[in-house]
C-alpha cells in the first residue's frame, strides 16, 4: 500500500465518453428503426406483439435494474409489482359474473393499477428495505409468494385461482407504438437520472449504505422512493399485458419467470448501468428464439449455464466489455482459477 | 463511426431475426399436394397446438384428431360440400409451446397472414380462453373440444363453440350413478385453478341436486406437493364419495395421502387420471376402484354417418397413427366434423351464415350427440365415466355406452367414524410433529453450509429431487425400499456434493452474496430441466414396507411412514450435533465458521473443510429426498418451495444452528398442520403461504434471528 | 459557554461484552480533543454510538443544544456532525470528485437540487478541497483505485464537504505514509482554525498529543483519565493502563 498516487489515465475519460456518444447514436438509430418496422412489409400483428412483448421485458429489466442494479437491492420478487398492476387492471375492467363489475374504462385502470403497485411497493419497501443482502431478496421473494396466494384466496375480488376476463381489445400497432414510447422516454428517464445527485446517491448506497447515511444521505427515503418507482413503472406494464392478454390468472399474471428474465437481463447487460438492461433483455429474446428453435426442451438447460458463464466471467456484461473500463479476458481467466485481484467488486463481509 | 455501423447491423440482425422467429412458413401439409387439384378450392383451417412445453402430448393428440378428420374429409369424404362443388379443407398448424401469450400471438397470425376461414381450438382451457378472445376480436369462428372451463362461456362470445361436455358437468352421470347406488355425503378437494373450480363447483350443484350432502369443500394452490393435511380433514368427516377436481398429476396425490392416512371412503371419483393407463402403472392397485370422468372412450355405443360408430371411427385412427385414440383426439376430430358439417348446411364460409348453421346443428357421430345451446356449448353430449376394476380401465356410465357394473362401495373401502374435537387436536399435533420432522431433515444441510460456508444454496430443493428421484429409480427397477436405498444415496449425493463444490462454489466463495445466489440459482434450474427431460414432469411416488397408519387412540392415527422419516431426522440432528461437538473435524468446520482467516492461520485446510461440509450436506440432503420420495410427489419442479422452506426456517432459527433447525422445522410443521386443519376451505392454501409469511415477519421485527448458530443472522448488517 | 457535543453516560453492550460503559464526553465549538486508549477500549463504539450508526442502550447525547440520542446518522450529519471511519468507507465505483460532491451538506438539498446534477459552487469546495488534500490529480479516479492513504484523504475531504462544525476522526493516519501524516497534521490544524471542532481517535499518541488540546483515555469502555497531553501522560493510572499494555 504505497502513499504514492498511480497515474492517472488521461485517456479514460476520452474513452467514456466516445462510448457514450456510440450508445447514444446506436439509440437513436435503433428507435428510428423500431418506429418504422410496422410499416416495413412483412411485419405483420404478430411480430408487433412479439416485439410489444419484447419491450415488456425490457421495461421490467429496467426497473429492477434501478433497484437491483444502481441501488444493490437484488430483488427477488419483482414480478409482484407486474401482478398487482394487471390484477388492479383487470379488476377495474372486469364485467364478469365471478368477479367485481366496475368497468372502468382502460387508461383509468391502468394508471390506477400502476399507482396502486407503487404505492403497496412503497409500503413493502418500508418493512424490508432494512433488510441487507440476502435477507432482502428472499423477503421479496416471499413476498412475491405471498401476494400470489392472497390474489387466489381473495375470489370476490380476484376471481380465485379462475381469475378475471377484460374486455378484449386488440389493436396490436397501437401497444405496439404506446410500449415503444414509453420504454423510450423510461430508458431516457434511466439515464437522466442517472446523472442527477439523486442517481449518484443510489449509487453510493449500493456502495457503502452506512457511509452515505452518516454523510447525510437518507438512505431510507431515496431507496424507497426508486424501489416504489420501480413498483409503478413496472405495474404499469402489467396494466398494459393484463389488457392485452385479456384475460388475468394468478399464474400467469404472477410468474417467477418475469423476475428471473429481468436479472438474467440485466447481468448479461451490465448491472447498474443505463444500457445494460435493454441491451440484455433484447439479446436474451433474440437468444432464446435461437435457442427455442433449436433445442426445444433444452432452451432452460443452456439458459441456466449462460447464467452461470455471465455471473463468474462477465460481472460487468456486455456493456463491460465494449466500456474501456471492462474486464480483460485474463482478468476473468484468473477470476476462474481464484488467482489475482477481483479489485472491481466491492468487498463484503459475508 | 465503424462501430455505430457494427452495433445498428447487430441491432437491425437481431430485430430481423426475432421477426423471423415468429415468422416461419408453415409446414406444408401433405394432402395439399396430394389433392388440391381434384377440387373447387380450399378451405383454410388454422390452430395453434402444444408442439413442446407442458401439454405437448395432448397436443399431438390433439393434433392427430384433426388430422383424422383432414385425411378423412378430402381422401374419404371427397372434400366439403359447397353448393354443389366440393372444396378440399387445408389446416395450418404452429407451435404454441404451452405458452397463452404465444397461442394468442399465433391465433393472430393465423387470421391476418395466414388469412385463415376458421379456427380449431388449442389444447388446454388456459390457451384456449387467450386464443379464442383473439378469435371473438376479428370475429372469426372457433370450434374446439379440449378447453372446456365454464368461464369462457360466460363472457358472451359468439364464435366460440364446444363440441365436449363442459367443466361443469364432467361428474354429473357419476354422481348420478352413485346417488343411486345409496351415497349420502360428499367432500371436495380441487386445484383452484379455472378448470378444476369449474368442476368442482359444478361437482356440489350435481351433488345437491341427487340429494348428496357436501360435507366439505377444500382448495388448494396449484403446485402443491402434499395433500395430506386436506385428506386428514376429509377423513375425520367421515363421508360416502370424495371428489377431486384437478389434472393428471394430482391424481397422484390423492391417491397417495389417502392411502398414506388411512382415509378409503365408498367412492373415490377424480376428474383427470383414472382413463389414463399410465397412472395404474405409477398407483398400481391403489388405484383399483377409482371413478373418473371420461369424455370419451371408443367402446361407447355412439355413431353416426360419417365416421360410422366410435369403435370404426377407433380403428380408421389407429390404422392412421398406429395407436388407439384418447379422448383428446376424439374431441378434436368431433370439432372439425362440427365445423365440417356448419359449413356445409351454410352453403358459404361466410361467418354469419356458418354461426347460425352451427347454433342450429343437430347431429348424431361416433362422438355422442352434437347441438350447441346459446353459449356455443354442446349439452345433448352426456359425460362418461370409468372405473379402474382390476387393473382396467371399464366404461360404467352412461348407462348405454357402460361394458361392466359400477362398483360400490369400492374395493377396500372401510368406513371410520367422525372425529371428535379432542381427537382432532391430538391429530392435528402429530401431523404437525410429522411434518416437522420431515422439515428438519429438509433444512439441516441447507442451515449447515450457510452457517459454516456463508453460500446460500438456491439449488437446495434440487438436491432433495435428486435424492428423490435416485430413490424412486431404485424402488421403480429393482424395488428396493426408500428406507434401504439411504447409506448409498448418501454416498452418492456426497459424491455429487463434493463434486459441486470442488467445480463451482468454490470460485464463488469469496464473491459477494449476489454471485453466489445466482450460480447456485443456475445451477437449480439446469438440473430441474435435465431432469425433466431425463423423466418427464410427470408425479411419481416410489413405495415402502413402511406405509399405513397406527391406529393410537380412537380416529387419532400415526402415519408409518413419517414416523419413521422423523425417527430418522432425530437420530441425523444428534449425530450431526455429536459430529460438530466432538470430532476433529466437526471442531475444523466449527472453527472455519468462526472466523476462516484464524482457522487458516491455525493450520486448518478451510478448502477441505468446506468441501467436506458440502459433501456431508448434500448427501444429508439426498437422503431427506430419498425418504420423502414414498409421501411427497417426486418430480424435477419439486425443489423450489423446499429450498424457500428451508430458508424460511434457517432464517429463523439461526445459521448452522442443529438445534434451531429442529425447532424451527416443528414450528414451521405445526403452524402448517394446525391452519390446514382449522380454517376452512382454504387452510391449504394458507398453509403454503405460512413459511413466507414468518420468515419475512421474522426477518423485519427480529433480523438477529431466534437462536443461536455457527455465525450470527444480522439481516441489517451490511 | 455549553458543549457543541453532549454526551452523557453513554453505555452499549454487545450481548454479555459491555463496550462502552457510561462513558461523558464533551466537545466545545472550536477544539481540537483527543480520544485515546488500548485496542478493544471502546473508542470505534464510542464513535459509532455518537454519529448514531449504533443505537446506545442508555445514556443521551446532545449535540448544538439538540438531543440527537434518537436521531438516524443523516440527521446527525445534517446538523453538522460528520465522520470518517476506522475501516474506510468510500464509494469505490464512483470517482472521486463524485465521490466529494455527493458529501454537501444535505440538510440544503431540496427536491430540486435532489435531482439536479452538481452545481458549479459544489464543484469549486470540491475542487478546492481536493487541492487542500493532495488529491486534485486523482478527481477523475474511481475511489476504489486509489491506495489505502489516499482514501483516509478522500474520506477526510469528504466529511470537510459537507461544512461541518465537529468531525469525528476516526484513526485517520493508521496505513498512511509517514510523510503524509505530517501534511495531515498541517490541514487538520488549518482546519480547526477555521472553527471547526476535531474529536481524534489516534493510536498515534504523539499525533495527539502534538495537536490536540485536550486528551480523553478510555480504557475497557470506561474513562479513565481527561486533561491535557501533559497532564493525562503522566497519570499513573494512564500510563499502567494504556502503555502498559501497549509495550506488551
Redesign the interface.
Known amino acids: ?6 497515474q ?1 489515465r488521461p485517456t ?2 476520452r474513452d467514456r465518453s466516445r462510448l457514450r456518444r ?1 450508445l447514444v ?2 439509440s437513436v ?2 428507435l428510428i ?2 418506429a418504422v ?1 410496422p410499416a416495413l412489409p ?6 408487433l ?3 410489444t ?2 419491450l415488456t421485458s425490457v421495461a421490467v429489466a429496467v426497473n429492477w435494474n434501478l433497484t437491483g442494479g444502481f441501488t444493490g437491492y ?1 430483488d427477488f420478487g419483482h414480478a409482484v409489482w407486474f401482478g398487482i398492476g394487471a390484477y388492479t387492471t383487470a379488476i377495474l375492467m372486469s364485467l ?3 368477479g367485481p363489475q366496475i368497468g372502468w374504462a382502460a387508461p383509468p385502470a391502468i394508471i390506477l393499477g400502476a399507482v396502486v403497485a407503487g404505492v403497496l411497493a412503497a409500503a413493502i419497501g418500508r ?2 428495505m ?10 421479496l ?3 412475491f ?2 401476494v400470489r ?2 390474489v ?2 381473495s375470489g370476490g375480488l380476484t376471481g ?4 378475471l ?1 377484460l374486455p ?3 389493436n ?1 400497432p397501437l401497444f405496439y407504438y404506446l410500449q415503444l414510447a414509453l420504454v423510450a422516454g423510461l430508458v431516457a428517464f434511466t439515464w437522466w437520472l442517472r ?4 442517481g ?2 443510489l ?2 448506497i ?15 427515503r431515496l431507496k424507497v422512493t426508486v424501489f416504489s418507482f420501480a413498483g409503478f413503472s413496472t405495474g404499469l406494464f402489467g396494466g398494459l399485458w393484463a389488457y392485452q ?3 388475468v ?1 394468478p ?2 399474471a404472477f410468474v ?1 419467470v418475469r423476475t428471473i428474465d429481468a ?1 438474467m437481463g440485466t ?1 448479461l447487460g451490465g448491472l ?1 448501468t443505463v444500457a445494460g438492461p435493454v441491451v440484455g433483455t ?2 436474451l ?2 437468444l432464446r ?2 435457442l ?2 433449436h433445442l ?3 432452451h ?2 443452456a ?3 449462460l ?2 458463464v455471465i ?2 466471467f462477465l ?1 460487468r456484461g456486455v456493456v463491460g466489455i465494449i466500456d474501456p ?1 471492462g474486464t480483460s479476458l485474463t482478468a476473468l481467466w484468473r ?2 482459477t ?1 488467482r489475482g485481484a ?5 468487498e ?3 | 463511426m465503424r ?2 455501423f457494427a ?2 447491423t447487430a ?2 440482425l ?2 430481423g ?3 423471423c ?3 416461419q412458413q408453415p409446414p406444408a401439409t401433405p394432402d395439399e399436394a396430394a389433392t388440391g387439384a381434384a377440387f373447387a378450392g380450399t378451405i383454410r383451417i388454422g390452430a395453434a397446438l402444444s408442439e ?1 412445453g407442458k401439454y405437448a402430448v395432448e397436443g399431438r393428440d390433439s393434433r392427430q384428431g384433426y388430422d383424422t378428420w383432414l385425411r378423412w374429409v378430402n381422401e374419404e369424404y371427397g372434400g366439403i360440400e359447397i353448393g354443389g362443388r366440393r372444396y378440399a379443407a387445408e389446416i395450418v398448424y404452429y407451435d404454441d ?1 404451452s405458452d ?2 404465444t397461442a ?3 391465433v ?2 393465423l387470421i ?2 395466414d388469412n385463415v376461414d376458421f379456427l380449431l381450438g388449442p389444447y388446454s382451457s ?1 390457451l384456449t ?2 386464443a379464442s ?2 378469435a ?3 370475429n372469426v369462428i372457433m370450434v374446439e373440444g379440449n378447453g372446456t ?1 365454464d ?1 369462457m362461456f ?2 358472451g362470445f359468439r364464435n366460440l363453440f364446444l363440441v365436449a361436455t363442459i367443466a361443469s358437468d364432467y361428474t354429473k352421470s357419476t354422481i348420478e350413478a352413485l346417488a343411486a347406488r345409496g351415497a349420502r355425503t360428499a367432500v371436495i378437494a380441487y ?4 378448470f ?3 368442476v368442482a363447483n359444478g361437482a356440489r350443484r350435481h351433488l345437491e341436486a341427487n340429494g348428496i350432502e357436501v360435507l366439505a369443500m377444500e ?1 388448494y ?2 403446485d402443491i406437493q402434499d395433500a395430506s393435511a386436506i385428506m386428514t380433514k376429509f377423513r375425520d368427516l367421515d363421508p360416502d364419495i370424495f371428489v377431486g377436481g384437478g389434472h393428471y398429476n394430482d391424481a397422484v396425490l390423492f391417491v397417495n395421502a389417502a392411502k398414506e392416512l388411512g382415509f378409503a371412503p365408498d367412492g373415490m371419483l377424480i376428474t383427470v387420471g383414472p382413463s389414463n393407463p399410465k397412472l395404474i402403472d405409477e398407483l398400481g392397485e391403489d388405484l383399483d376402484g377409482v371413478l373418473g370422468p371420461t369424455q370419451w372412450e371408443s367402446v361407447m355405443a355412439y355413431e353416426g354417418p360419417y365416421f360410422g360408430s366410435a369403435s370404426d371411427y377407433a380403428a380408421y385412427y389407429e390404422r392412421l397413427w398406429g395407436e388407439p385414440p384418447v379422448y383428446q383426439a376424439a374431441s378434436a376430430t368431433a370439432s372439425a366434423l362440427a365445423l365440417h358439417l356448419a359449413v356445409e348446411t351454410a352453403g358459404t364460409t361466410d361467418t354469419d351464415a356458418v354461426r347460425e348453421a352451427l347454433y342450429g346443428l343437430e347431429a348424431d357421430t361416433f362422438y355422442g350427440p352434437i347441438s350447441f345451446d346459446e353459449r356455443g356449448v354442446n349439452t345433448s353430449k352426456p359425460m362418461g365415466a370409468v372405473q379402474v376394476q382390476d387393473g382396467l380401465i371399464r366404461v360404467v356410465a352412461p348407462g348405454e355406452a357402460a361394458v361392466a357394473d359400477l362398483l360400490y362401495p369400492r374395493a377396500g373401502a372401510s368406513g371410520g367414524g367422525k372425529a371428535s374435537a379432542a381427537e382432532r387436536v391430538a391429530q392435528m399435533l402429530i401431523n404437525g410433529i410429522a411434518l416437522g420432522g420431515m422439515y428438519t431433515l429438509l433444512v439441516l444441510g441447507f442451515s449447515i453450509i450457510w452457517g459454516v460456508m ?1 453460500v ?1 444454496n438456491f439449488a437446495h430443493g434440487e438436491f432433495v429431487m435428486i435424492g428423490a428421484y435416485a430413490a424412486w429409480l431404485a424402488n421403480d427397477v429393482w424395488g428396493v425400499d426408500p428406507f434401504l436405498t439411504v447409506p448409498l444415496v448418501f454416498l452418492v449425493m456426497m459424491l455429487v456434493g463434493f463434486g459441486t463444490q470442488r467445480l ?1 462454489v ?3 466463495i ?6 453466489s ?3 447456485m ?6 438440473l ?3 431432469m ?2 431425463v423423466f418427464s414432469a410427470d408425479f411419481r411416488r416410489a413405495d415402502t414396507a413402511l406405509d399405513g397408519v397406527w391406529q393410537v387412540a380412537g380416529e387419532v392415527t400415526v402415519p408409518v411412514t413419517r414416523f419413521w422419516i422423523l425417527v430418522v431426522a432425530l437420530a441425523v440432528a444428534g449425530g450431526l450435533s455429536l459430529f460438530l461437538a466432538r470430532s476433529r473435524l466437526g471442531k475444523s468446520i466449527r472453527a472455519a465458521a468462526q472466523n476462516r482467516e484464524a482457522a487458516r492461520i491455525l493450520g486448518i485446510d478451510v478448502a477441505k473443510v468446506y468441501a467436506v461440509t458440502f459433501a456431508i450436506c448434500i448427501g444429508i440432503t439426498g437422503v431427506a429426498g430419498a425418504l420423502i420420495s414414498p409421501v411427497l410427489a417426486v418430480q424435477p419442479f419439486q425443489g ?1 418451495p423446499l429450498t ?1 422452506k428451508a ?2 426456517i434457517t ?1 429463523m432459527a439461526g445459521l448452522g444452528s442443529v438445534r434451531g433447525a429442529l425447532g424451527g422445522a416443528m414450528v414451521l410443521g405445526l403452524v402448517e398442520a394446525g391452519l390446514a386443519v382449522y380454517i376452512p376451505q ?1 387452510g391449504t ?2 398453509a ?2 405460512a ?3 414468518l ?2 415477519v421474522a ?2 421485527v427480529r ?1 438477529q434471528g431466534l437462536f443461536k448458530g455457527l455465525r450470527p443472522v444480522d ?4 | 459557554m455549553t458543549a457543541l457535543l453532549d454526551a452523557r453516560g453513554v453505555v452499549k453492550r454487545f450481548g454479555g461484552l459491555t463496550a462502552v460503559d457510561g462513558v461523558d464526553i464533551s466537545v466545545s465549538a472550536g477544539e481540537m480533543v483527543g480520544l485515546i486508549g488500548p485496542n478493544g477500549s471502546g473508542k470505534t463504539t464510542l464513535f459509532d454510538c455518537l ?1 448514531r ?1 449504533s443505537s446506545l442502550d442508555s445514556g443521551s447525547i446532545r449535540f448544538d443544544g439538540v438531543d440527537i440520542t434518537r436521531h ?3 440527521q ?3 446538523l453538522g456532525l ?2 470518517t ?1 476506522q475501516l474506510i ?6 470517482t472521486v470528485s ?1 465521490n466529494m ?7 440544503r ?1 431540496g427536491t430540486a ?6 452545481d458549479p459552487a459544489t464543484r469549486r469546495r470540491a475542487d478546492y478541497l481536493l487541492e487542500f488534500l493532495l ?1 486534485a ?2 478527481r ?3 475511489a ?7 482514501r483516509r484523504l478522500l474520506e477526510i475531504g ?2 470537510l464537504m ?1 461544512e461541518p462544525r465537529l468531525v469525528l476522526l476516526d484513526e485517520a493516519t493508521s ?3 509517514p ?2 501524516v505530517v501534511e495531515i497534521a498541517d490541514r487538520l490544524r488549518e482546519v480547526n482554525a477555521d472553527g471547526v471542532a476535531i474529536l481524534l481517535v489516534e493510536h498515534n499518541v504523539s499525533f495527539v498529543a502534538e495537536l490536540c488540546h485536550r486528551v480523553v483515555v478510555l480504557d475497557r469502555g470506561a474513562k479513565l483519565a481527561e486533561g491535557t497531553p501533559g497532564q493525562v501522560m503522566e497519570d499513573p493510572a494512564v500510563i499502567e493502563a494504556y502503555f502498559g499494555a501497549e509495550g506488551e
Request: no cysteine; aromatic share 6%; hydrophobic share 45%.
Open positions: 500500500m504505497s502513499g504514492t498516487p498511480s492517472p479514460a475519460r456510440l447514436r446506436a438509430g435503433l428503426l423500431l418496422l412483412g411485419v405483420g400483428d404478430a411480430a406483439f412479439t416485439l412483448l419484447m437484488v364478469q359474473t365471478n418493512a424490508t432494512r433488510l441487507k443482502g440476502p435477507y432482502f431478496s428472499i423477503a421473494l416471499g413476498t409468494v405471498a396466494e392472497i387466489r384466496v380465485g385461482g379462475v381469475g376476463t378484449p381489445y386488440l396490436r446523472s442527477t445527485r439523486f449518484t446517491a449509487v453510493a449500493r456502495e457503502d449504505e452506512v457511509g452515505a447515511e452518516t454523510r447525510g444521505i437518507n438512505t431510507t392478454n385479456t384475460f390468472d399464474d400467469i417467477e436479472v447481468m447498474g433484447v439479446a429474446f433474440w428464439e435461437l427455442w428453435a426445444l426442451d433444452y432452460l438447460i439458459q441456466g449455464v447464467l452461470i455471473v463468474l460481472p473500463r477470476r476462474w481464484g477481483r479489485s472491481d467488486e466491492p463484503r463481509e459475508p | 462501430h455505430v452495433l445498428l441491432s437491425a437481431i430485430l431475426l426475432a421477426a422467429g415468429a415468422d413442446t409451446e397463452a401469450d394468442a400471438n399465433l393472430q397470425k391476418h397472414e388456459s380462453t387467450g378472445a383473439i371473438e376480436a376479428n372451463s368461464t360466460e363472457r386445484e383452484d385453478t379455472s378444476p373450480t369449474a382448495t394452490p396449484k456463508g446460500i463451482l468454490n470460485h464463488v469469496d464473491r459477494p452474496h449476489l454471485v445466489l445466482l450460480v440459482f443456475a445451477v437449480a434450474i439446469i430441474q430441466n435435465v425433466k427431460v423450489p424457500l430458508f424460511a432464517a382454504i392454501n394458507l403454503v403461504v413459511s413466507f409469511v420468515l419475512v426477518l423485519v433480523p439481516a441489517t448488517a451490511t | 454519529s450508526v438516524r446518522p443523516h446527525v450529519a445534517r460528520a465522520r471511519f468507507r468510500v464509494y469505490r465505483e464512483l463524485e460532491e455527493l458529501s454537501i451538506q444535505w440538510a438539498v437540487r435532489l435531482f439536479g446534477r452538481t488529491l490529480r486523482l477523475d479516479e474511481r476504489g483505485a486509489l491506495s489505502g492513504g489516499q469528504m466529511a459537507s496505513g498512511v505514509n510523510a503524509l
